[in-house]
């Protein structure tokens, strides 16, 4: 998704229009799910709403202005320290266990960040886009514990549920884009709006069966995806180094210590 958003840039660059056009078409595909899933009692799902301010509602928005501005492969770097943010939560307000390798994974974590911080980055990628990925970080941790705790209180199924917080999400970037995606918008960031919506379904659908600290750490392993996908997608824009790629690798091997010794 992180991949396909920045290549629709070079045919629509305004960022507001792009978040509204991907969560609508996400927020499409998960009510197709929701739909094949069977009759559900809709107004139930109102909890979910509050998620959806969090995460796709804030955090889109300041998700796809970090891949315009600093690009697909480092805001998926940034992005890949959720664990460590997702965890701590989980651990303060879900009373999840704690243990020496979810410190020392901590600690990768921060060193990809660190590596990430202090690389080169081209002169058209501004260091601001760093910022904007980072507060997506404490909005998908956030998101995250939140879901995580519904599941256990509430008989909302999964796909239910990530409809619901993706509607509140397309509402909340048409209301920032001041209107609605076009056709022309739609087209060019429907690709990236069905793997949205494909991975909020099975986000949800892993939250409802998994903990915070098993299942942020897996999704985090987005980073040497998106890494990887820039490096062969998007070579003269992203210029993928060292120095990246070792950020990445820190950030996954934290992310793997984590959901290991869970």
Do not use: K
Request: aromatic fraction near 6%; glycine fraction near 10%; proline fraction near 5%.
């Amino acid at each position: 998704m992180t991949v396909l958003v920045r290549m629709g840039f070079t045919r629509e660059p305004d960022a507001a229009l792009a978040t509204a056009a991907t969560v609508t078409v996400a927020l499409a595909v998960a009510l197709i799910a929701a739909l094949v899933d069977g009759p559900h009692d809709v107004l139930a799902a109102w909890p979910f709403l509050l998620a959806g301010l969090l995460a796709p509602g804030m955090s889109q928005l300041f998700f796809t202005f970090a891949i315009r501005t600093v690009g697909a492969s480092r805001t998926s770097v940034v992005v890949g320290a959720a664990p460590l943010a997702a965890v701590a939560v989980a651990f303060i307000a879900l009373d999840e266990p704690v243990s020496a390798p979810l410190v020392v994974g901590a600690l990768l974590i921060v060193g990809g960040g660190v590596a990430l911080v202090v690389e080169r980055r081209p002169d058209h990628l501004r260091a601001s886009g760093l910022v904007l990925a980072g507060i997506c970080t404490l909005l998908f941790a956030a998101r995250d514990n939140l879901v995580r705790h519904l599941s256990g209180t509430s008989a909302v199924p999964p796909t239910l549920a990530a409809a619901a917080t993706l509607a509140v999400g397309a509402l909340v970037a048409m209301a920032y884009a001041r209107r609605r995606p076009g056709r022309a918008a739609l087209g060019v960031f429907a690709p990236a709006g069905v793997c949205f919506g494909l991975s909020y379904v099975c986000l949800f659908e892993a939250y409802y069966r998994g903990r915070v600290s098993v299942v942020s750490p897996l999704v985090a392993t987005e980073t040497l995806w998106g890494v990887g996908l820039s490096a062969l997608l998007l070579r003269r824009t992203e210029l993928v180094g060292g120095r990246l790629v070792a950020g990445a690798g820190l950030i996954v091997l934290g992310g793997v210590l984590i959901g290991v010794y869970r």
